[in-house]
């Protein structure tokens, strides 16, 4: 709604019709209730497919949907859904993106892009960090110990890297604090 404020011509592109969800995942993974499962599962294979079924890709709350629907029929943004970005080219002082859909726009700016694959083995910032202290990666996703550190080094993460130790709600303030949770009792387990 910034850019929209600021005059902008903007196009919200999706690569499927935008859901509408109060949650990124069911408010039962924010506790015992889908948890227990999870932490007991032992195949990190399934705990990654587990991450993906409840968190069924990107959404919106209605309430922001609501707001982006109204700035659509007013003419301030473009939604355009079903919109799978296949390239992206930098040509002329502009980018031109070419959607699966076989629809192709030009754009002075891309403001934000989201929703790519993640792979820290192939994450330029980890490259060290992964070569020093070989660790094991299940679908882009690294295996930490319970204290979410890589390897037996002292490099702790959270956020999405820490979803299969934390869970479908890692990238969320819940995942945020359960991954805290564990950074402190790792760091207070060894420091005495």
Not at 54 to 77: D, F, H, V, W, Y
Not at 128 to 144: F, H, M, S
Not at 186 to 191: D, V
């Amino acid at each position: 709604m910034g850019a929209i404020k600021r005059g902008a011509k903007v196009v919200l592109m999706g690569r499927r019709k935008f859901q509408e969800k109060l949650f990124d995942a069911d408010p039962g993974w924010l506790g015992p209730k889908y948890l227990k499962g999870f932490y007991g599962e032992t195949n990190w294979d399934r705990r990654w497919e587990l991450i993906q079924q409840a968190r069924n890709g990107g959404s919106m709350t209605p309430k922001m949907m609501l707001q982006l629907r109204r700035a659509a029929k007013e003419g301030k943004i473009e939604l355009l859904e079903n919109c799978e970005i296949v390239k992206a080219t930098w040509q002329d002082g502009q980018w031109v993106i070419n959607c699966s859909t076989g629809e192709v726009d030009e754009f002075q700016r891309i403001w934000l892009a989201t929703g790519t694959q993640f792979d820290a083995a192939e994450n330029p910032l980890l490259s060290d960090i992964l070569e020093a202290y070989p660790t094991e990666i299940v679908k882009g996703l690294p295996v930490l110990d319970p204290y979410l550190r890589v390897g037996k080094s002292e490099f702790f993460v959270m956020g999405s890297l820490a979803a299969l130790q934390v869970g479908p709600v890692a990238r969320n303030l819940a995942g945020a604090r359960r991954a805290s949770e564990l950074i402190v009792a790792g760091l207070t387990k060894y420091s005495r």
